[in-house]
């Protein structure tokens, strides 16, 4: 398939996911499970878990970055699709948890709390704006376009790097406040 082809094809898809995933999630995060008619316990075990996902998401989008540097394209590949995947399994299991436990309120006072509600709604607002970043990365690594790729790239990576390093920091801020 020729690459301008390539790029045309997904773009329709890039679009779509961009404003289907937030929509979703949004939607998906005041449904709770048990309200319809599933028996589901609360996934207090969530959270640490996918705290972590958004840990190594962080250390492949480094790695990544260091191998391209030094020139090893294969690695570099090989590691933005292991950090990708790692994404769609911390959404998974945000939306799972979400769907069966009860949001934890921050209950830190003073400056610690808007600066994690500063964190909060930067890490919210940027995961967004990450998913069709990340997925024009891509096609554009696909469709062999390395120029606007690299292009892209640099936005992109500073951006994703900000929104998996937030989220451990989320976590950290909020954890001692889950019920137990």
């Known amino acids: 398939m020729e690459t301008n082809n390539i790029e045309k094809k997904y773009n329709n898809w890039i679009i779509a996911l961009s404003v289907i995933i937030p929509v979703a999630v949004a939607v998906l995060f005041k449904i709770k499970l048990k309200d319809l008619g599933f028996n589901v316990d609360p996934m207090p075990i969530l959270p640490p878990i996918y705290a972590t996902i958004n840990g190594i998401t ?4 480094v790695t990544a970055v260091m191998a391209i540097k030094n020139g090893n394209r294969k690695l570099h590949e090989l590691l933005m699709k292991v950090a990708i995947g790692c994404s769609l399994v911390f959404l998974v299991l945000y939306i799972v948890y979400h769907m069966t436990t ?4 921050y209950g830190g006072t003073g400056a610690l709390k808007f600066v994690y509600f500063f964190i909060l709604i930067s890490h919210i607002t940027l995961s967004i704006a990450t998913i069709p970043l990340v997925l024009i990365t891509y096609v554009r690594a696909l469709a062999e376009k390395f120029d606007k790729h690299k292009k ?5 990576f500073p951006i994703w790097l900000y929104v998996a390093v937030t989220g ?3 976590y950290l801020m909020i954890s001692p406040y889950y019920a137990n």
């Open 58 to 61: 962080a250390v492949l989008l």
């Open 102 to 105: 009860d949001s934890t309120p």
């Open 152 to 156: 892209i790239a640099k936005i992109t």
């Open 168 to 170: 451990v920091l989320v």
